[in-house]
């Protein structure tokens, strides 16, 4: 008899008031209207909390606010004294660097006397011309100011970028030696 049950296709009327009274059909419209009522609730409370946090925000930005501007100005100073280093730096190697071309121009100097004497003045001319040249730098260093060099390698660099780029590898290269070379001497003192 329990398999008759089982297999009839005899739907018998629940009784009121249970949770089997309700079919597949009210079961999806009682979700339904469930849902429907669930955004409602959902756009309510993120209106209450956009108004709280319309009231919060104007004192949440001029915290931020007083937060930022003591770190603006510390900055801002930090910038200055690197900026002020930096300047005193370039005066201290420009100094260097002139000092250095006078030593390298006496050098090739004494350099094109000796080929003279030597080979003869038609060759030795050429060490001349290279004495002139690095004199010649060493004179316009020594009359330009660092803010007209600076524009002036911006220039150099806008006009010939692949040859700026080789200088610098170059330049990076011979100071690398340079420091190197002095800082073996110091450890063998």
């Given at each position: 008899?329990?398999?008759?049950?089982?297999?009839?296709?005899?739907?018998?009327?629940?009784?009121?008031?249970?949770?089997?009274?309700?079919?597949?059909?009210?079961?999806?419209?009682?979700?339904?209207?469930?849902?429907?009522?669930?955004?409602?609730?959902?756009?309510?409370?993120?209106?209450?909390?956009?108004?709280?946090k319309?009231?919060?925000?104007?004192?949440?930005?001029?915290?931020?606010?007083?937060?930022?501007?003591?770190?603006?100005?510390?900055?801002?100073?930090?910038?200055?004294?690197?900026?002020?280093?930096?300047?005193?730096?370039?005066?201290?190697?420009?100094?260097?660097?002139?000092?250095?071309?006078?030593?390298?121009t006496?050098?090739?100097?004494?350099?094109?006397?000796?080929?003279?004497?030597?080979?003869?003045?038609?060759?030795?001319?050429?060490?001349?011309?290279?004495?002139?040249?690095?004199?010649?730098?060493?004179?316009?260093?020594?009359?330009?100011?660092?803010?007209?060099?600076l524009?002036?390698?911006?220039?150099?660099?806008?006009?010939?970028?692949?040859?700026?780029?080789?200088?610098?590898?170059?330049?990076?290269?011979?100071?690398?030696?340079?420091?190197?070379?002095?800082?073996?001497?110091?450890?063998?003192?």
């Open positions: 008899m329990a398999s008759e049950e089982k297999t009839s296709p005899k739907k018998t009327a629940p009784r009121k008031g249970t949770a089997a009274a309700k079919t597949p059909a009210t079961a999806s419209t009682a979700a339904k209207k469930a849902s429907a009522k669930t955004p409602a609730a959902t756009k309510k409370a993120p209106a209450a909390s956009r108004k709280v319309a009231k919060a925000a104007p004192a949440a930005k001029s915290a931020a606010v007083a937060k930022v501007l003591p770190l603006r100005e510390e900055a801002t100073n930090i910038v200055s004294k690197i900026k002020a280093t930096a300047r005193e730096a370039a005066a201290t190697g420009k100094e260097k660097t002139v000092s250095t071309l006078d030593d390298v006496a050098m090739v100097e004494d350099i094109a006397r000796a080929i003279d004497e030597k080979a003869g003045p038609q060759y030795g001319s050429y060490a001349h011309r290279a004495a002139g040249a690095i004199s010649g730098l060493s004179e316009t260093l020594k009359t330009k100011q660092l803010d007209e060099m524009e002036d390698a911006r220039d150099f660099v806008k006009r010939r970028p692949a040859v700026a780029i080789g200088t610098a590898a170059a330049i990076g290269f011979a100071l690398t030696r340079l420091f190197r070379a002095d800082t073996d001497e110091q450890g063998d003192a």
